[in-house]
């Protein structure tokens, strides 16, 4: 069955630092999400991607999906401790709603 | 802004009791799903709802059935609580095939 793994899966960074989670699927996707859960909270979705090659920024968040679509990062440029939390990457095939999430990269920043 | 409840933070049953979690969403999503998330596994899907009456079976449905009588409502049950059923659960409503809104969980302990 599809499988959507992400990578690293804790990183710490000093506050100013930037940092990189990476997510691969064995399938080719239709789309991918990402989603952050603070510490003690529930995920919140950040952004969809569609297309393949596709770059989206926000603020110092860059998200891009593959040329094959089977693959996805999210870049946070010049971390700060309020991008402390779990990202999720969730990839769906086509012709379907369900989504599968990778396990998460646990983000923690030093001040 | 989207608001997707649960009807309790905490539950505590005894194993071999009927345990049923409710979920509400307020935007008149079509699509409504159950997660269940353990540490180090990241989120997994039990079951998910594309419309009122209609579920399908995620990755993990063993153990749990689902009742969607009313669009805004979505009802996750464990026929016979088992401890291996101990975790997170999480409920999410979405739009088409847009980004998941989460409520707040449901930490569920089975003695």
């Known amino acids: 069955g599809q499988q959507v793994m992400q990578i690293p899966q804790y990183q710490h960074v000093q506050e100013g630092e930037d940092f990189t989670t990476y997510c691969n699927s064995s399938?080719?996707?239709?789309?991918i999400q990402w989603y952050k859960q603070r510490p003690g909270g529930h995920p919140v979705f950040l952004i969809q991607?569609?297309?393949?090659?596709e770059v989206k920024k926000q603020k110092r968040l860059t998200f891009q999906f593959g040329e094959a679509k089977k693959n996805s990062s999210l870049h946070i440029t010049a971390t700060q401790t309020t991008d402390v939390g779990t990202y999720f990457c969730?990839?769906?095939?086509?012709?379907?709603?369900?989504?599968?999430f990778g396990t998460g990269t646990r983000l923690k920043v030093l001040a | 802004d989207v608001k997707v409840t649960q009807s309790s933070r905490y539950l505590v049953k005894r194993t071999g009791e009927k345990v049923f979690l409710e979920c509400v969403q307020d935007?008149?999503?079509?699509?409504m799903f159950w997660y269940r998330q353990d540490p180090g596994l990241g989120l997994r899907l039990i079951y998910f709802?594309?419309?009122?009456?209609?579920?399908e079976k995620g990755d993990i449905p063993e153990g749990y059935s689902v009742s969607r009588e009313k669009k805004e409502r979505f009802s996750l049950i464990l026929e016979s609580a088992s401890t291996n059923q101990t975790s997170m659960y999480l409920c999410?409503?979405?739009?088409?095939?847009?980004?998941?809104?989460f409520g707040p969980g449901t930490r569920l302990t089975v003695t």
């Open positions: 999410a409503s979405s739009l088409g095939r847009g980004g998941q809104y």
């Open positions: 399938t080719t996707l239709s789309n």
């Open positions: 991607l569609v297309k393949s090659g």
């Open positions: 969730a990839g769906s095939a086509s012709g379907t709603y369900k989504y599968i």
């Open positions: 935007m008149d999503h079509e699509n």
């Open positions: 709802s594309y419309d009122v009456k209609m579920k």
